[in-house]
């Protein structure tokens, strides 16, 4: 973007005093950003028509984005970045004395989604735009997103997040392309203009409003700018007199008012399944109504349209595009169904039983009467067709309907042509087990597609130190192609690059020791071993297993305060569920243990622990650059991938895994010497649900170094966890350790004891931290995407990106 500093600060200057009337050095930082965000939004404005009117001209084939969250981060820096003019931008605040970081943190970071699968709906969106590919979002506009995390008194409170409070300078409402989604009413049919076709009548339906706020996803230096539209629910205008009491008003508002805050278990409420089909359906139509404008057959609308949906919460769009075309556009079943299939794609992000979407049967039935019909027919119709084929009972358990119950994961697979895991265990198991009978009838519908990251936004943005040393060492090649970076692998003797890396290190562990004195009251000393686990709080990622190895720790110092052990600090960041006891249980024995050992004077600070309030992207962009161990310690083959452990790789952290999820891949990359492996396998895990023979309370009674921790839960040792170290200790030892803890104790000891060897040896431990980043490429969510157009999508780069 042609564009220099002079221009620049005139421009902002004016655009400052157009929207406050006065000069901006009297502005708050709110005011600043703001006048900066609406520049910016101002200057991709015609590429982002541009495109849009290229796309429509080419009549291109267009992938959307269905997803029940999204995570972006702050997007200014974002845009500054992939728009080219970062720097330039930098100079030009500084030289009117103001400081873009600090401008930049003014920004509300939309926390509307709950984890990993909004994280990665995100990283995709930057991705399509980036690679050149023709796609868009479709989600909510959460007037709340998830909540904002404080502790008191070591305990998780959540108070709600008004992301919205200031204005919001990306967003545009596009209220020309606002449309009706109908819920409840009666369904009967009619045979009209005698040519013997039934016709639907769906009367007296309840109609909310989906207005359309559509923000720009800019493409990194390619001019293409693509498009995310979140729906809010309004009452239609015209309509407001059968919304006359403020309980009805409110009923309408609440559909998108804002995200459940669960990652891991899906709620069964009549609110939740409201929202799904509020924008799957809002998509759809907007969908459909491109479509119409094309004046194409119905047949090519695979041709021209890819949906892909994210996990099942969008499964909906699957009836909802049937229920369009044969309700509304008259088509057989026959034709739509194929026209659906073809269409339609999922991604299963979860092979946990209690996250598998289930709805009783009554309440679609009342919610959505005629959508309801149309999976009746689905599920008919499949029973029908594959009894013959693969017998009764096979084709029982592949049901979408059964005992009352509606099974989206079934729907969504035998509405769509492709169903992808998230990472090669992911999919295998959901080949081998999970969705086994599903693989049986329609093998050809399963791939892989391990997940990614992007580098613009974890390297680029987060990491400038690394970024720079990068640059001066390999040249820029990376930045457009991120498996260039594999280049660094030359300088791995290199000593003069090892310790720029551990310069680029400390700098960064010491922003973040800055961030945890400001805001903790912690001091932590950067030349410690920075330990990171940061992911949602739950049984399977295992934090309470860190947390034994903690105790470990403490117990040695506590038995000889000069013991020879690696000064560390272990860095949490997770928020739990509001309603899961257990999760939050263990947020507060984390809390516990750091204030006893934080505040211990014997143990002269060779452990401190640091849990930050709040874990999101904006503080992700903190601490990840800051990393020297990534924990990735998830029970083996519950994690279906994670993405932390590519971004921490991407910086230079070295994984503690086990070999589950995305880790796997990560070992194959980097290799065994630059990773510390630990635990039981897949299998192995499967095997002893199997058979049943494990006993952690044998575990126990024979490890005499486990028991004596284990008994700190109990005996009082930590203050304030009476009733949390009762019940996660019986958990562990009465109720037979789901997770397997004890099982890995052992060997998660040793790997994290010659972590400490490694650690202590500078060369080596940089070398490892340069493997990790030369071989982060590969999880570049570029790749990622690219072949979710190739094998999936069937769309292909526009012509004039380097990726065609
Ligand atoms: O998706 C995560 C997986 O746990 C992680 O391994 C993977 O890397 C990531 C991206 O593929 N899943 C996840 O984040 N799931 C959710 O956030 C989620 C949210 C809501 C519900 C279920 C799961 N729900 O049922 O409401």
Redesign the pocket.
Known sequence: MAFDVQEFKKEYQKKFEELFAYGYEAGSKTEQYIALGDLVRGLYSEDWIQTITEYNKKKEKQVYYFS??FLPGRMLKSNLLNMGILDCVKQGMEDMGLDLDEVARAEVDPAL????????ASCFMDSIASTGLAGNGNGIRYRYGLFKQKFINGYQIELPENWLRNRNVWEVRKENKAVIVRFGGDVSFTQEDGDGRLRVRHENTRDILAVPYDTAQVGYNNGIVNNLRLWSAEIPYGDEARFSTEEQREEVKRITEVL?P??????GRLL?VQQEYFFSSAGIQSIVRYFKRLNLDWSLFPDKIAIHIN???PTLAIPELMRILLDEEGLTWDQAWEITKKTVSY?N??ILQE?M?RWPETMISDLLPRIYQIIQEINRRHIDKKTPLYGEELSQRTAIIANGQIKMANLAIIGSHSVNG??RL?TDILMADTLHDFYVMYPQKFNNKT?GITQRRWVQIANENLTAMLDETIGTEWKSDPEEIKILKAHRDNKMVLDKLEQVKLANKKRFAAYVEQEMGIEIDPTALFDVQIK?LHAYKRQLLNVLHILDRYLQLKDNPNANLQKRVFIFGAKAAPSYYYAKQIIKLINSIAYLINNDPSIKDKIKIVFVENYGVSLAELIIPAADISEQI?LAGK?????SNMKLMSNGAITMATLD??NVEIRDNVGDDNIFIFGLKSDEVQEYYRNGVYNSRDVYDKNPRLKRILNLLIDGTIPGVETEGRDIFDSLVMYNDEYFLLKDFDGYLQAQYEADVAFSDRDRWNRMALMNIASSGPFSSDYTILRYADEIWKIKPQSGSKFN
Do not use: F, K, Q
Not at 113 to 120: H, K, M
Not at 639 to 643: K, M, N, P, Q, V
């Open positions: 029940m969250e989604g709950n984890g990993g699968l909004g994280r990665l459940y669960d990652d891991s278990n899906y709620e939740r996990d099942t919460h991604t992000h979860t996250a979407e998230v990472a992911h997940n949602r998830s994690e279906a991938s994670g993405t999820g995305a």
